[in-house]
């Protein structure tokens, strides 16, 4: 490019301008990605689109240039071919984003490698969901299909499933891959999240906040006590609160545990509002994220805890889960 630009223009150390719009459209660029391209696009269009901008630039090049040498015919010709192939695959990165995804939550690549890379088979479509914050997928897996740990405890321990011929069997909720709660065996974890604290303590709180808990299952226990008076229910990601309160099966799941009256939902930072909220609580439920980048890690912080402890009643407790 700064040999092409010096033999067309008069300027002397054109390259200072070349270097310079590279400089800028780089910046641009790193901006545009996590601002605006993460937050609406999956990483497969988002490299289809910057692809597409690569050869629509080497395309124009080609054709301004194309008197220049006898090849440029030639390379406009692959070039238009290469353009018009990856217009097709474009229209098609839904499929090949679903195909990963099957591999991703129904081929354990230990059982055959051979198998992981051979062609999807009729699995359930996993449904992708992203917000600024995080991808959410809704991940379905028949009976015969579940790891054979979860199938004992849903078919030995479980009561959930004999309710109800509509219960969402083999319901996964993934936030960036890992697992937020599988609905054959939910309740060994949000029941005793919520009720051991309240029978270790013998007193049920009237005033509660809850942090995190978008898919509303830790609530949903909550608001089983008459005695609880106000919830008050913090979470960063619009998205999955519009989730459970919309979608029929998460419904079904959460038994519409946020739309209670006694519950005030506010999509807000846990952290922030900890840290400058003016009220207190009887009781403070931290269902969060694992710890897997700064934002996280703020919520594991000492700071954090300390505004927790601060915003404490006498004779409050907190619930966490702290996983090794």
Do not use: W
């Amino acid at each position: 490019l700064i040999r092409m630009a010096s033999e067309r223009s008069p300027e002397k150390n054109v390259y200072n301008r070349i270097i310079g719009i590279d400089c800028v459209g780089s910046c641009v660029g790193g901006m545009l990605f996590p601002l605006l391209l993460l937050p609406l696009m999956s990483l497969l269009s988002i490299g289809f689109l910057v692809a597409m901008a690569n050869l629509l630039c080497l395309a124009f090049i080609l054709l301004v240039f194309r008197k220049k040498t006898n090849r440029s015919e030639i390379g406009l010709f692959v070039c238009v071919f290469l353009i018009a192939g990856y217009f097709y695959l474009s229209f098609q990165d839904r499929q090949i984003e679903q195909y990963f995804l099957k591999k991703i939550y129904y081929v354990n690549p230990s059982e055959s490698i051979f198998r992981f890379f051979s062609p999807i088979d009729n699995s359930p479509e996993v449904e992708r969901v992203r917000s600024p914050y995080q991808t959410i997928d809704i991940v379905r897996r028949v009976p015969e299909k579940l790891e054979p740990t979860l199938q004992i405890l849903a078919d030995s321990y479980s009561d959930k499933i004999a309710q109800g011929k509509f219960y969402p069997r083999g319901f996964s909720l993934m936030i960036d891959r890992e697992t937020q709660f599988h609905s054959d065996i939910e309740e060994f974890y949000h029941e005793y999240f919520v009720h051991v604290p309240i029978i270790l303590q013998k007193k049920v709180p009237k005033k509660i906040l809850v942090l995190g808990g978008g898919d509303g299952l830790l609530i949903r226990e909550l608001v089983k006590y008459p005695q609880v008076e106000h919830i008050t229910h913090i979470d960063i990601d619009e998205k999955i609160v519009h989730l459970s309160k919309t979608r029929s099966d998460l419904l079904y799941l959460n038994q519409g545990a946020l739309g209670d009256k006694r519950v005030e939902t506010r999509i807000q930072d846990g952290y922030k509002y900890i840290r400058n909220c003016k009220e207190s609580y009887d009781a403070i439920y931290l269902d969060l994220p694992l710890a897997r980048d700064y934002n996280l890690n703020k919520l594991y912080s000492f700071e954090f805890y300390y505004f927790v402890k601060k915003h404490l009643n006498d004779n409050g407790f907190v619930v966490l889960d702290i996983e090794p």
